[in-house]
């Protein structure tokens, strides 16, 4: 399971790093001036942590009941 987040993840990287080579929009430049682009910085990192610890913690609490399961069949 871990392994396939990890390939999400470089799937989600590989295609932000395709997007930014792309001409970059005004709002971009005008989030830079105004100081507000590392607000947004922190909220898409926010969320993407929140999101991989809620993953992992969800990935644990499966293999445990797995876990579970197969102990009980003979």
Avoid at 11 to 29: C, G, H, K, R, Y
Avoid at 40 to 53: D, G, P, Q, R, Y
Wanted: hydrophobic share 55%.
């Amino acid at each position: 399971m871990i392994k396939r987040i990890f390939c999400l993840l470089f799937l989600f990287v590989t295609v932000i790093a395709n997007a930014q080579s792309a001409t970059e929009p005004q709002m971009a430049d005008t989030f830079r001036q105004e100081g507000k682009i590392y607000v947004v910085i922190a909220v898409l990192a926010t969320i993407f942590v929140a999101l991989s610890v809620f993953l992992m913690i969800l990935d644990r609490k499966v293999k445990k009941l797995e876990e579970k399961i197969n102990s009980k069949t003979p």
